[in-house]
């Protein structure tokens, strides 16, 4: 008697058990069809969607439904130029400008993602900036980061502007990483803004890798440490 109620418990565990699992992974597979049908009643071609990852994706999507029901609608007429700045050779970004609009409130995405290995250590920077036909009044983003053959991300620091002007706004520090390793990294830098009467409707985006310096002095110090212990072995072997 008392085994066929053990046995009728630990049934009923798994079966709970794998009922919890099945709504987790039906809740996440919802999470991105649903950010991907937000996306697209906003008018947002499906080539847009499609270039973002899940993640950033999620992100944008999330960003904009939290907005107090506002009825965003893709924006288009904007101008955009990116500039990345490397002192390292070999180092492969892209960085791609989305806009929403909802009456004259406007919020503009700069997503940015590394196609090689870098290594962020505090020096890197990220500078939004806007025409005068946008009058900008609050920045913010998110960063991701893996190793190079990982197949997920692992999200970051949420992002804070550290430096503004009444046209720009710029990230900069260890909020954008601090690895003593070579990873890739992906952001997604924002700028909420209102439209104005002006002409210019250009969006500007700069993301600036500063590599690690070589340490000379360590190279020196081990140096005149070889040469002391040379020079000790020496001398020990003429006494």
């Excluded at 005068?132 to 920045?139: N, S």
Aim: proline share 2%; net charge negative.
């Amino acid at each position: 008697m008392k085994k066929g109620i053990l046995t009728k418990c630990f049934l009923t565990l798994m079966c709970l058990m794998i009922g919890c699992g099945y709504l987790k992974i039906v809740s996440v597979a919802g999470e991105s069809e649903s950010a991907d049908r937000y996306l697209s009643k906003s008018g947002m071609s499906v080539w847009a969607i499609e270039t973002l990852d899940r993640d950033v994706r999620q992100y944008i999507a999330d960003e904009l439904r939290n907005s107090g029901g506002k009825e965003w609608k893709a924006y288009t007429d904007i101008q955009t130029v990116t500039v990345v700045n490397s002192e390292q050779d070999g180092v492969a970004f892209y960085i791609t400008v989305f806009a929403f609009q909802a009456e004259s409130d406007l919020r503009f995405y700069a997503v940015y993602e590394s196609s090689t290995g870098i290594m962020p250590t505090g020096n890197d920077s990220i500078f939004l900036k806007v025409g005068d036909r946008f009058e900008p009044y609050e920045y913010g983003g998110q960063v991701w980061y893996k190793k190079t053959g990982d197949e997920g991300w692992i999200q970051g620091n949420m992002l804070a502007a550290d430096c503004r002007t009444p046209e720009s706004g710029s990230f900069s520090g260890r909020q954008l990483g601090n690895f003593q390793r070579k990873v890739l990294v992906k952001g997604c830098v924002y700028c909420y803004a209102a439209e104005t009467s002006g002409d210019d409707n250009k969006i500007t985006v700069e993301y600036t890798h500063t590599p690690p310096k070589e340490n000379h002095e360590t190279g020196i110090y081990i140096t005149i440490v070889a040469v002391t212990l040379i020079a000790v072995l020496i001398l020990r072997k003429r006494e």
